[in-house]
């Protein structure tokens, strides 16, 4: 049986920082889906994670803030921390609505409960369909942008990358990893003499 193209394993990432800075822009207008975007691609946690957080967790939360989570998928302890781009996204955000302590913070349209990953799923595919990205995008994208751009980008080493995704064994972070080929050839042209 194959895997769906939604499934965490096989989506891609955003690797080139134009296609980030261009759904960022897309997603300006729309608060609650920006901050889903750069809250997601900042931290790296899973979307099942992302939406079930509530306004009480980030409210009065500064830059440099730590917030507390547990994984639902592991049980495990893990930490959103709110980074100016999270604060200014959340700010904004914020300014347009009215939650109550106790409200999610994706908050869904349809009654009080909080959007699904699915429905995260189907988000992502419109913003990377709508400025032309070809590939597998879905929900894991957000998790795996976090992570591309923080190795390709930031120069963020195997082993930080396995502690922040609370991987039970490293053979798991390295299915996330999504090393291209390209990536191969350019680390073997290193001269070493």
Request: hydrophobic share 35%.
């Amino acid at each position: 049986m194959s895997r769906t193209s939604t499934t965490n394993l096989t989506v891609e990432p955003i690797r080139k920082a134009k296609d980030v800075k261009a759904i960022s822009r897309l997603l300006q207008s729309r608060p609650r889906d920006y901050l889903l975007w750069v809250m997601g691609i900042n931290n790296g946690l899973r979307a099942k994670d992302l939406v079930r957080i509530r306004y009480s967790q980030v409210d009065g939360a500064k830059p440099g803030a730590v917030i507390n989570i547990i994984e639902t998928k592991t049980g495990k302890n893990n930490v959103l921390v709110i980074n100016k781009a999270v604060h200014k996204a959340l700010q904004a955000y914020l300014a347009e609505i009215e939650p109550a302590p106790d409200d999610f913070l994706f908050k869904s349209r349809k009654g009080s409960g909080h959007i699904t990953s699915q429905s995260v799923g189907r988000m992502v595919r419109s913003w990377t369909s709508a400025i032309n990205l070809k590939g597998q995008y879905g929900a894991h994208t957000l998790r795996k942008t976090w992570d591309y751009q923080q190795r390709t980008r930031h120069g963020a080493g195997f082993e930080i990358l396995c502690k922040r995704y609370n991987h039970s064994s490293p053979a798991i972070t390295m299915r996330y990893l999504g090393i291209e080929d390209r990536e191969v050839c350019e680390l073997l042209m290193n001269e070493i003499s």
